[in-house]
């Protein structure tokens, strides 16, 4: 096995919230100063309000659902560079399904353009009225996290344990924690609109050129569709930094990462602790990123004649998708053209109709 194999076997969430704290600072003050510092940090959001029953006991080496969410709510000079997103509406949902025995995991891309019925949902005491073919990503902007996580239960028919909320101005500082992270454009991006030029090439991108990366879509192959593609290769390649000698010999650079990832992001209570994330985190410890896979909700675009024209509706191959995980199955041929944690970029077939490259 070579020493990429090798670092590529290690942990994936255990390296992204354990590492940062039981390799860097080991010794007794520096422990507990680390561990309070990013313990305070993590935004406590609302439960959620479960509208059925988990259908088996949750175990801690059980398969579990968590609902990823990347948005632009609070301050973040630059992140609102599409302005189609709205105020608050989410540019990024993920759910990820872990399998029973935590060893393999997929996650399912939902574009923010798919029109839903979305449900009734409580927010502080106040109901949010059901809406009819609403847009996914206003789920967010009219009730938080947890009318996404409900809109999500309701149209899947999948229970959702946890939920994280990623703001993209942590998103930025977490990639300039790991001094960049490395990905391959295949063609040069020109954007004077949003002021985004990035040339092509395999380069490493900091920051603001990261966010703009993931976030731009108007002059990039496939549109939002090709934009959550480079969305799942970025995170694979982030985990792919974060799992590097190079990060891993450095505590100061794991503690920079962690204390930018906990204060970008907001979660459910159960999980809003250094204590509970490390728990989470310690039961992944088998996965490996050849095991982690990314794939996008199958959708289909409406028809020119109709009213909904330029937006996405669901197809019934996403019913088989929600099966697969409501039975804790691999995704079989459900899984073509999907994004590896090992590889990011796939197939060169792959990686150019979706605006990457191997």
């Not at 669901?314 to 088989?320: C, W």
């Amino acid at each position: 096995m070579t020493k990429a194999s090798r670092r590529q076997r290690r942990t994936v969430m255990a390296v992204i919230v354990v590492a940062e704290l039981v390799v860097a600072l080991l010794t007794g003050a520096g422990v507990v100063f680390a561990y309070n510092h990013v313990d305070s940090k993590i935004d406590e959001g609302a439960p959620i309000p479960h509208e059925f029953a988990r259908p088996e006991p949750k175990l801690p080496t059980g398969a579990f659902n968590m609902l990823v969410i990347g948005t632009d709510t609070r301050d973040c000079e630059g992140c609102g560079i599409d302005k189609e997103g709205g105020l608050g509406g989410s540019d990024m949902t993920i759910l990820l399904h872990v399998a029973d025995g935590r060893r393999t995991a997929y996650g399912i891309s939902i574009p923010r353009d798919t029109l839903v019925d979305r449900p009734e949902c409580e927010v502080d005491g106040t109901t949010v009225p059901a809406a009819a073919g609403a847009m996914w990503n206003e789920a967010l902007a009219v009730g938080g996290p947890t009318c996404t996580v409900a809109q999500v239960q309701s149209v899947t028919g999948i229970y959702v344990d946890d939920y994280i909320v990623v703001d993209f101005a942590g998103f930025k500082d977490m990639v300039d924690a790991l001094d960049g992270v490395e990905v391959c454009i295949p063609s040069d991006i020109d954007d004077p609109e949003h002021n985004i030029h990035l040339a092509a090439g395999t380069r490493k991108l900091h920051g603001d050129d990261a966010l703009a990366y993931v976030r731009q879509r108007t002059s990039t192959p496939n549109a939002d569709l090709g934009r959550m593609k480079r969305q799942q290769a970025f995170i694979a390649s982030m985990l792919n930094r974060v799992m590097s000698a190079e990060t891993l010999t450095r505590p100061d650079k794991l503690l920079r990462f962690a204390s930018a990832l906990a204060g970008s992001i907001q979660t459910n209570p159960e999980i809003a602790s250094v204590g509970e994330l490390v728990d989470l985190a310690s039961s992944l410890r088998k996965a490996d990123l050849d095991k982690i896979r990314f794939v996008t909700a199958p959708t289909t675009d409406f028809p020119t004649d109709s009213p909904n024209w330029g937006r996405l509706q669901l197809t019934p191959e996403a019913d088989e998708l929600w099966q697969k995980v409501r039975d804790d199955e691999p995704l079989g041929s459900l899984g073509r053209g999907a994004i590896s944690g090992r590889n990011p970029s796939g197939s060169k077939e792959e990686a150019a109709a979706n605006g990457l490259c191997d």
